[in-house]
């Protein structure tokens, strides 16, 4: 039983690992569009409200 919860534990740093490497590509990503248009996206939203 010991085992299988090291094994599983080893899974979920390994998915946790690969979250963190896409999310930190996406906020690379990310965080240089919204410095060309924040506003874009704000816009839209406020004219459907």
Same mark, same amino acid.
């Given at each position: 039983?010991? *085992? /299988? #919860? #090291? %094994? *599983? $534990? %080893?899974? #979920?740093? *390994?998915?946790? /690992? /690969? #979250? =963190?490497? /896409? +999310? %930190?590509? $996406?906020?690379? +990503? !990310? !965080? !240089?569009? $919204? %410095?060309? !248009?924040?506003?874009? +996206?704000?816009?839209?939203? =406020?004219?459907?409200?």
């Amino acid at each position: 039983r010991y *085992k /299988e #919860l #090291l %094994a *599983k $534990r %080893a899974e #979920l740093q *390994k998915r946790v /690992e /690969e #979250l =963190q490497r /896409e +999310s %930190a590509n $996406r906020t690379v +990503s !990310s !965080s !240089s569009e $919204r %410095a060309g !248009s924040p506003t874009r +996206s704000i816009t839209p939203v =406020q004219t459907f409200v």
